[in-house]
């Protein structure tokens, strides 16, 4: 159906966004250990601190994302 589609193609859209932002913002292609402990490691650390600032990010007054 055509929302399901909208829907889609929406999180498509943010899923690219968020990856762009963990590789650019967070260091995601930074990376440069040999094994795979240490790359889940890193990935695992990119991912909270993406967490963390979504979370601050929503937590925002529109106020304060305006004047920002």
């Known amino acids: 159906?055509?929302?399901?589609?909208?829907?889609?193609?929406?999180l498509r859209w943010r899923i690219e966004n968020d990856?762009?932002?963990m590789k650019q913002a967070l260091g995601?292609?930074?990376?440069?250990?040999r094994t795979w402990p240490g790359w889940h490691h890193h990935v695992t650390l990119v991912s909270v601190a993406h967490a963390f600032?979504?979370?601050?990010?929503?937590?925002?007054?529109?106020?304060e994302t305006a004047s920002a």
């Open 53 to 63: 600032c979504t979370l601050q990010r929503l937590s925002r007054s529109p106020k």
């Open 28 to 33: 995601l292609a930074h990376f440069e250990g």
């Open 1 to 10: 159906s055509l929302p399901v589609l909208v829907r889609t193609a929406k």
């Open 19 to 21: 990856y762009r932002e």
